[in-house]
């Protein structure tokens, strides 16, 4: 354990870094806090104000509650189901998978398939 610990010591004082850095360490004299864009951003501009990009974002939906949102009588349970007319998908969608044609429907696992991947394939040898 001594030995080991002046290993260590003897290393310690004759460390030097693999990192060498090029040039005096300096702090900048001004350092710019102004917004800018991203350099990667699509837009290449910042919005005007806060309360102008709230109003264009959206995440789930819109983050204006004030349009999206109007309560009983509004938009949302303002109208019964039955009076919204029937749902139906569009064609060529599905809303379900057994409406699929029947080669895109779920295939029934016999139980040999079953067994052969619980054992991990064991039961196909044995």
Known sequence: MKVTRTLWQAAAQHRTPM????????????????????????????????????????????????????????QIGGHSGESLGPVEAPAGQFFDRSELPARFQRTIWSETEIEAIDTAGASLVA
Request: no cysteine; net charge positive.
């Open 19 to 74: 990192i060498h850095f090029i040039g005096k360490r300096s702090i900048p004299k001004t350092i710019d806090h102004t917004p800018q864009t991203h350099p990667a951003s699509p837009a290449g501009t910042l919005p005007d104000s806060f309360k102008a990009y709230r109003s264009k974002a959206q995440q789930h939906g819109p983050l204006n509650n004030q349009s999206s949102y109007k309560g009983v009588g509004g």
